[in-house]
């Protein structure tokens, strides 16, 4: 028994991975064309050639079906964006490669999206995108943003909410993505490029000396309606 290195997979650990992917994709193919209501895990299970004690072995419910996608739609995000930042040269480009890039993941599931958009008011919703039980990958997908001003020269306050503030700056971009209508979601893209040289804009105005009081008061106010983490200690 190898106590140090990878755990070897076996090949009933396999099939079962197996399985589960194939259950994920039966699933997701059904909500993409039906939508979350309509969709039965009767038929996910029918779709995926399994019994509906086997669908429900690997997913409790069609929420963690739905969480699952969450997963996999913020692992996908990550992979391209590490890429991505890799060959980026400042912070116009990795913003502009990290807002375009969840577009381009989420571009074939607009009307999924839609569908579950009604649950994302209701934080304690499991599928929520600003509960409890989505928090995992809101703040994975926050340490994204906190890449993409990687490096940067920021003031502490706005080291520390800037993630948090770009992430809620893209969740605004999906919501409008999510109802774009133009060819290819053109006003989409157009809007992502226009906020993106906005913000890089403001950083000098944002991050200056002279603003100090008045950022803190604002970072101070979304700090304590909850929007913001808290802040570290003063060194």
Do not use: N
């Not at 994920?24 to 064309?33: H, M, S």
Request: net charge positive.
């Amino acid at each position: 028994m190898f106590k140090d290195g990878p755990a070897r997979a076996t090949p009933q650990r396999s099939r079962s991975e197996s399985t589960r992917r194939d259950i994920l994709e039966a699933a997701l193919t059904l909500l993409r064309a039906r939508g979350f209501e309509q969709t039965t895990m009767r038929e996910v299970a029918a779709a995926a050639g399994v019994s509906l004690g086997a669908a429900y072995y690997y997913f409790a419910s069609k929420e963690a079906i739905v969480a699952a996608y969450y997963d996999d739609v913020q692992a996908r995000h990550q992979a391209a964006c590490r890429e991505a930042f890799a060959a980026a040269p400042d912070l116009r480009a990795r913003l502009r490669a990290a807002v375009h890039g969840k577009v381009d993941i989420m571009a074939g599931d607009r009307k999924l999206l839609r569908a579950l958009f009604r649950y994302g008011g209701d934080p304690d919703h499991p599928l929520s995108w600003f509960g409890p039980a989505t928090r995992r990958q809101r703040e994975e997908s926050i340490t994204i943003f906190a890449d993409v001003l990687r490096g940067e020269r920021l003031p502490r306050d706005v080291r520390e909410s800037g993630p948090s503030l770009l992430w809620a700056l893209h969740m605004g971009v999906l919501l409008v993505f999510l109802y774009d209508d133009s060819a290819r979601q053109r006003r989409t893209r157009q809007l992502i490029d226009a906020v993106v040289d906005l913000v890089v804009d403001m950083r000098r105005v944002v991050t200056s000396p002279l603003l100090r009081p008045l950022r803190r008061r604002v970072i101070g106010v979304l700090g304590d309606a909850g929007l913001l983490p808290a802040p570290a200690a003063e060194a």
